[in-house]
């Protein structure tokens, strides 16, 4: 058994198979909410320990945070809910990044890593 057969990788993002989640719909929500991911990204950027990691990698996560979100939340509930989810999810994946820990246990979606 090799080195490397006990390390699990992540399950792909995809896009969902509900027709409301269509990608034009995913990338709407990320041009509605381009400013938040890009406000974090920057913000967590100057804090992450690793220096190879930057900016754009920030801005890729959360890309992918939206799809998350978006598979899990009831749109019935109204858009700018979604963003305070989206912020949430992104504060939990960024400060993950950063420290390697997250303080909260409660809050999960999506992403096992």
Not at 8 to 18: E, F, K, S, W
Not at 68 to 75: E, G, P, R, T, Y
Not at 99 to 107: D, P
Request: aromatic share 14%; glycine share 4%; with cysteine.
């Amino acid at each position: 058994m090799g080195l490397h057969a006990s390390v699990a990788t992540p399950a792909p993002h995809r896009i969902p198979a509900d027709p409301e989640l269509s990608e034009s719909f995913i990338l709407e929500l990320y041009e509605e909410n381009k400013k938040l991911i890009h406000y974090m990204a920057f913000r967590y950027n100057a804090f992450a320990l690793d220096r190879a990691f930057e900016k754009d990698d920030f801005t890729q996560i959360g890309y992918l945070a939206v799809i998350d979100c978006a598979a899990n939340w009831d749109f019935s509930r109204g858009r700018a809910h979604f963003r305070s989810l989206l912020f949430r999810y992104l504060q939990k994946l960024f400060q993950k990044k950063v420290t390697g820990k997250t303080n909260s246990s409660r809050f999960a979606i999506g992403m096992t890593a």
